[in-house]
């Protein structure tokens, strides 16, 4: 595939003092994703990055679901916004996709309807006394990555390469629609061909798999998602996107929202336990990564330390694959060693039933 | 005495023949329906057989008809059937005059001048007249050669195509009346005696040929003859010729109040097996003369029915519009043949279908009179107004069945073969009728006045077309109309209206109550058809405009200000192809009424 | 001496601009930025709706300019076009007594619609790849292989606020319908779906041919515009519409999408507006002066349009426009000073 | 096997021309080709006795069969009446009682 129109999409991607917002579902699905993205920067990239304890949910997931009213989540927006300027930034760099989403599109509609900015910095002073200042630079935590993404390369101990094979590994990339299809010019690559992840696949020696179901959603959805009775249409997008991808035998997913990678990863388990397909080798189900665990994974970082046991479908083949050590007996062991329970047996994650993971308290 | 071994090919063919006519004919008797049956026994001892008789010889015979039609076709017929006829019986009266009352077996009487060579007593006069006789067979024979060759000399722009069984029967009876001819002048010649033909041919053929080569002749002749006869006695009921006898009991069945059904029955083997081909039918056929669609009028329909390779194609490419069954000189029901075969094709019963007729009544207004618009005449509001005006005019209250829309009177379906469907539509609409307590019930639709009169069993209400209505509205004075000469009008007669349903005077009197009638070229039972019909589900857009286009120009030929029909379809068809102004019956009553003091 | 008229363009309208003026006794010079002269029309295989060979209508044209002894320059490129001026990108004047502009348009560039992947799959193709294909009697897919279904996608570039084209480019429709035939004839067994938003067919027997093409050649007209193409696995380009006329959504594998270009205003448009005057339409077409009598005027005296200069046009309209131009450059040169 | 989460995944609805099976669309076409010629005009459902008494939609329903999504069809047009008030407005010409007829006919019956 000719890609070199992801060239047209550029976007400046500040180089250094972020202001980090958190993701609520990364935080509780994936937490060690973005521990090991501070890490990164911070360790590896000797960035300065300043994760703040103060600030809150974007409730982008209340927006969407036509719970949190817009006056409500542009005055908590820029209620970051106003911590971020406190705190002494002015880079502005969010770990959620829908956050992301959020952001731009506030700040657009702030741009294009002045009178909604007046009207949320006053709701803002009124209700906490600070004062709004919009960042200078707002980017997603993937393109600050895909930023980074030679100096990674050029630190990398664990190629995206199949190390029995020598084959470079075929990567699903999946970004997530709030990236850039409100705001093709937002995303890295544009809409159709967003280059983030691919970006990084690249660098890393890895190979993109593009298949007929690409741009389609994962299902998540919000209101699809989070009512019972609609759920089925959630799962029935991840469904039409596994079934697109499984005839190019894909390694891994690699996604840069959040919710994707939650959905694309248990949603496999939920299809097996419905109608008994399985997807990937051996039905052991494709296994989704976070772009900060490929990250970390390349960068030679232990794979239970990055949370890749949080996983439903197990990580293990992948892990095999690219040649990663890791001790089996630790895979659910926390932060202190004490044991953090494990899932009940199921086709997607395979590797449970081999009883290594028998751990004793 | 009358026996000698040339009878034989002729003895076994009458045997053959007379076997397999009566095997089949107690078969289709047999297999009729108990209620068919119980009307033959019924009408067998009344008036119906002396008729019966009486159109035997008329049309079987004589086959006034196809005079009627075309007098040279009909002399062609004729002379082939009461030539034969009288051959045969005045051959009989001859032999009996030989003979007196001593029995002559069969092959006796036919070869007669074979066997009266001995005879003393001749008798010149019967060799005379049968010699006449022959002679007006042979014209028809060869009247029937020239038409194989030239059929536009018989009036006839195209004549039928054969079957193998039809051909081999064909060239049997050609050879019958040449050979007869020539065996009888060659034993003229060797033995003497013969008519004014026979003889004086005898008499030539000794003076061409040496008297060895005749008599050597003689015998083998009679052979042939034999052979012809007997040839076409055992193709006979396998070929079209099965007509000359089936025509027979089919004049009796119909004189006995037997139909054809809406499923196939047995009866319908005598209805098809009683064509001639004498390819009339082609010649009414608007789909042959407009369009040139041939093998699919009601002679190769029937035809195919008769051989069982009857196709979809053939049985639903036909207007109906009843041209062909009109001048059908045997009375085929052709229409209803048609229809109960494609049934047997296409009728599918499905209990589930159309049940959002479930308590459906969408019918507007209360009143003894009932106006069932139809679902065409939805299309010409006109004729809606127009009628909305009549009856206001007329101070009738209305109970409107289908104003804002209702269920299909079920002649469409029941046109295309599918009965049980149509049935349901028959069902419901009966029961809409009953409910709402009306006695009349007049539509502006000629199909559905079809239906309801045939299909529809609507006891104590009368059914009406809204040209007997008005006619009537204008007779009892409760509408009267402005009439004037200068208003020219032609009528084009809707096909189900007029060979449908016979109604014919009723919109020409309403017309003539307004205006001057001009006829145009077809009209009354001759009318054409619009092309548009609803029976015919092969023909294209383009062919039925070209249909329509033939039509018009005839009604615009008359020179008539405004054309008038009575029919939604034939209003809409027309209106297609003509610039003319083309209105419903009901329009010009309308826009016509005598507004009241 | 004859009055001089510079016409910019040699492309068919231009030819016969030039042709017409001369014959009304004028000087016409043609600039054409090409190396040679046809335009458009040149690259093209068979015109709508007669199938008739593009180059019976231009090589007639080539001759009669060359038999006329018409002033051509080719090479040339228009920079600048002042009162009585025209300016080359060599920095030439030339002087001149009235301008024709017959630049005529661009094609609309189907990378912008990245949604369809033209340029990134191999069996993405353009209306105009098509009609080269066509010439070269190479028409295949990327593999060599005869495509058994076809897609064509009407509108690419054309009333689409997406990419700032909100007008008609009016000759695609019946350009969709022509491949197909011609895509049929060359492949009979293959299924060709047309897939439109609209089908326009607006001028004496297209709509002929648009019957004929569903009729006698089968060809499917989906109403719904593609949304989206993706490669499959054997090189095939999946597509994703929707059956408007059906209300459910239509996903298929196609050996071929064909995009009916559209045609978008040159971008040279607006350094030749700002520097003669001449006002330009919101489309970046050049705005006629009215769009009646005085359709071949431009908002400027002295300054004239012809062909799809001013908006997208057939043919027979830039021709007629071409010879109507002459007569209103002779009234203004002869009358209107 | 088939775990009751309380809810079942959606079907697609999506016409897909890859897996339908085109032989009985092709059939009907190549019987009546001007059926390829609708443009969609709706003249046929709006007009339709059939239509005003149920959801009966003949434009959409050969429309979907032509795409070969039978699912469905033939019960759809058992509810025509074929009262021919649609071929006489149809602005292609297109004989809708025959269509009626094919889709039957291929789909079911007869």
């Known amino acids: ?361 | 005495m009358f026996y000698s071994h040339f009878c034989i090919p002729f003895i076994v063919g009458t045997v053959i023949l007379f076997v397999t006519i009566l095997y089949r004919y107690v078969m289709w008797i047999a297999d009729l329906p108990k209620s068919d049956k119980r009307l033959i026994v019924k009408g067998l001892f009344t008036t119906a057989t002396l008729r019966s008789i009486w159109e035997t010889i008329r049309e079987s015979l004589l086959h006034v008809s196809i005079f009627k039609r075309n007098a040279l076709l009909g002399y062609m017929h004729c002379s082939l059937a009461f030539g034969w006829f009288l051959l045969i019986v005045v051959g009989w009266i001859e032999t009996t005059a030989y003979m007196g009352a001593e029995f002559v077996p069969l092959q006796g009487h036919v070869f007669f001048r074979y066997f009266a060579i001995g005879i003393d007593n001749h008798i010149v006069t019967f060799d005379h007249i049968m010699d006449a006789l022959l002679l007006f067979v042979l014209s028809g024979v060869a009247l029937a050669w020239f038409k194989r060759l030239k059929s536009k000399h018989l009036g006839m722009r195209k004549t039928t195509k054969h079957t193998i069984g039809d051909r081999i029967a064909l060239s049997f009876l050609w050879f019958i009346f040449p050979t007869r001819l020539v065996a009888e002048s060659i034993t003229a010649a060797v033995y003497g005696g013969g008519g004014f033909v026979t003889a004086n041919i005898g008499a030539a053929l000794n003076n061409i040929l040496p008297a060895s080569l005749l008599t050597g002749a003689f015998e083998p002749i009679w052979w042939i003859y034999s052979c012809a006869l007997g040839g076409f006695f055992i193709a006979m009921p396998h070929s079209r010729y099965m007509h000359i006898f089936t025509e027979v009991p089919l004049i009796f069945l119909r004189n006995y109040r037997l139909r054809v059904r809406q499923s196939q029955s047995s009866y319908d083997n005598f209805q098809v097996q009683a064509c001639s081909r004498c390819g009339i039918c082609i010649d009414a056929c608007q789909l042959q003369s407009q369009l040139g669609h041939n093998n699919v009028q009601s002679v190769y329909f029937l035809r195919d029915r008769r051989a069982n390779s009857l196709n979809m194609n053939v049985a639903s490419d036909c207007l109906m519009c009843g041209r062909c069954a009109d001048r059908c000189p045997v009375g085929i029901d052709l229409n209803s043949l048609r229809l109960n075969s494609r049934a047997a094709m296409r009728n599918m019963p499905n209990e589930r279908r159309y049940n959002y007729f479930n308590a459906l009544d969408r019918s507007t207004g209360e009143g003894k009179v009932g106006y069932f618009a139809g679902c065409m005449t939805m299309l010409t509001p006109h004729t809606l107004t127009a009628m909305q005006t009549i009856f206001t005019a007329a101070g009738e209250d209305v109970w409107w069945a289908d104003r804002d829309g209702g269920v299909c009177c079920g002649r469409p379906l029941r046109l295309t073969g599918e009965t049980d469907s149509a049935n349901k539509m028959v069902q419901y609409n009966t029961a809409l009728f009953r409910k709402h307590g009306i006695t009349t019930l007049v539509t502006s639709c000629p199909i559905c006045l079809k239906t309801f009169r045939e299909d529809y069993n609507l006891e104590g209400i009368e059914i009406l077309h809204h040209s007997q209505y008005i006619l009537r509205l204008i007779n009892s004075g409760k509408i009267s109309l402005q009439h004037s000469d200068n208003k020219t009008f032609t009528y084009h007669d809707p096909c189900e209206l007029g060979r449908g349903n016979g109604i014919y005077d009723e919109p020409r009197s309403v017309i003539t109550a307004i205006g001057t009638l001009i006829e145009p070229k077809h009209h009354h039972r001759d009318s054409l058809c619009c092309g548009s019909s609803l029976a015919n589900t092969v023909i294209s857009d383009s062919e039925q405009i070209t249909i329509s286009s033939s039509l018009t120009l005839e009604l615009e030929a008359t020179g008539a200000k405004t054309l008038v029909t009575a029919c939604p379809l034939c209003k809409k068809a027309l209106g297609r192809t003509t610039q003319q102004k083309i209105v419903d019956l009901s329009e010009i009553v309308a826009t016509n009424l005598n507004t009241k003091p | 001496m004859s009055k001089r008229v510079v016409v910019v363009g040699g492309g068919i309208s231009g030819m016969q601009t030039a042709l017409s003026l001369k014959s009304l006794g004028f000087e016409p010079l043609i600039l054409e930025q090409s190396r040679q002269l046809g335009g458009k029309v040149a690259d093209w295989h068979l015109l709508f709706p007669s199938f008739t060979p593009a180059e019976e209508v231009t090589v007639p044209l080539i001759r009669a300019v060359r038999q006329n002894g018409i002033l051509v320059r080719l090479g040339c490129k228009v920079v600048s076009i002042e009162s009585r001026r025209v300016i080359l990108c060599s920095g030439e004047r030339i002087d001149c007594d009235a301008v024709v502009l017959c630049s005529g348009s661009t094609l609309f560039d189907a990378t912008i619609k990245e949604e369809y992947g033209y340029g990134i799959y191999d069996n993405v193709y353009t209306s105009a790849d098509i009609e080269k294909m066509m010439n070269n009697e190479c028409v295949a897919t990327a593999s060599g292989a005869a495509p058994e279904r076809i897609a064509i996608l009407h509108c690419v570039g054309s009333r689409d606020e997406k990419v700032c084209q909100r007008h008609c480019s009016k000759v695609c429709c019946i350009t969709g319908v022509k491949q197909a035939i011609e895509l049929k004839k060359l492949f009979p067994k293959a299924e060709i779906f047309n897939f439109y938003m609209d089908i326009r067919m607006f001028g004496p027997g297209y709509e002929e041919l648009y019957r004929q093409a569903q009729i006698d050649y089968n060809i499917h007209f989906v109403r719904g515009r593609i949304s989206e193409a993706s490669p499959l696995m054997d090189g095939r380009v999946q597509i994703k519409a929707e059956d408007t006329l059906t209300g459910r959504p239509l996903r298929m594998s196609v050996d071929m999408l064909v995009l009916m270009i559209g045609m978008r205003a040159n971008d040279d448009n607006a350094f030749l507006s700002s520097s003669s005057g001449a006002e330009l339409a919101p489309n970046g077409f050049f705005k006629s002066r009215n769009s009646f009598v005085d359709n071949v005027l431009s908002t400027k005296d002295g300054i004239f349009l012809a062909g799809t200069v001013s908006s997208p046009k057939t043919i027979g309209q830039s021709l007629n426009e071409a010879t109507t131009v002459a007569h209103r450059v002779a009234e203004y040169l002869n009358y209107g000073n | 096997m088939a775990t009751n989460f309380g809810f079942s995944i959606s079907k697609p609805r999506v016409i897909d021309v890859d897996t339908n099976n085109l032989k009985k669309s092709n059939e009907i076409l190549a019987a009546l080709p001007e059926l390829q010629s609708c443009i969609g005009c709706g003249s046929c459902t709006a007009s339709c006795t059939a239509g005003n008494l149920t959801s009966y939609n003949f434009r959409k329903v050969h429309t979907l069969v032509r795409r070969g999504e039978y699912a469905g069809a033939y019960e759809e047009m058992n509810k025509c009446m074929l009262c021919g008030k649609c071929r006489l407005l149809c602005p292609r010409g297109i004989n809708t009682r025959r269509v009626v007829m094919l889709i039957k006919k291929c789909l079911g019956d007869f």
């Open chain 1, 1 to 361: 595939m000719r890609r070199s129109n992801w060239e047209d999409y550029q976007k400046s991607i500040a180089d250094d003092h972020y202001y980090y917002g958190r993701s609520c579902i990364r935080q509780n699905f994936f937490p060690g994703s973005e521990k090991a993205f501070l890490e990164i920067l911070a360790k590896e990239l000797g960035r300065d990055i300043y994760d703040d304890p103060l600030h809150s949910s974007c409730t982008g997931i209340g927006y969407h679901s036509d719970i949190v009213p817009l006056d409500t989540i542009m005055a908590v927006v820029a209620r970051q916004f106003a911590l971020m300027d406190e705190a002494g930034y002015e880079n502005f760099v969010t770990s959620c996709i829908t956050s992301f989403g959020i952001y731009t599109e506030i700040l657009s509609t702030w741009e294009e309807f002045p009178e909604t900015e007046e009207r949320a910095a006053k709701t803002l002073y009124e209700a906490t006394g600070r004062k709004l200042v919009k960042p200078k630079n707002m980017a997603h935590t993937s393109d600050v990555i895909f930023h980074f993404r030679k100096q990674i390369a050029e630190k990398m101990c664990r190629p995206l390469i199949n190390v029995t094979t020598g084959e470079p590994l075929r990567v699903v990339e999946h970004i997530g629609c709030h990236y850039a299809k409100i705001f093709p010019k937002k995303g890295i690559g544009g809409s159709e061909f967003p280059y983030v992840l691919a970006g990084m696949i690249e660098s890393w020696g890895g190979e993109v798999v593009d298949y007929p179901e690409r741009r389609h959603c994962c299902g998540f959805g919000f209101r699809n998602y989070l009512v019972q009775a609609n759920r089925g249409y959630s799962v029935a997008n991840s469904q039409k996107k596994l079934d697109s991808m499984a005839p190019y035998r894909p390694d891994f997913i690699v996604c840069n929202c959040p919710g994707c990678s939650m959905f694309l990863d248990k949603w496999q388990y939920t299809i097996a336990e419905m109608e008994g397909t399985t997807y990937g080798e051996g039905g052991q189900g494709i296994p989704v990564l976070t772009y900060e665990e490929m990250a970390g994974l390349v960068l030679g970082y232990d794979p239970w330390q990055l949370g890749m046991q949080m996983h439903q479908v197990d990580v293990e083949p992948l892990l095999n694959k690219m040649g990663v050590q890791y001790d089996p007996t630790t895979k659910y062991l926390g932060k202190n060693g004490k044991y953090i329970g494990k899932p009940a047996a199921a086709a997607v994650n395979n590797c449970n039933d081999v009883g290594l993971y028998e751990i004793k308290v």
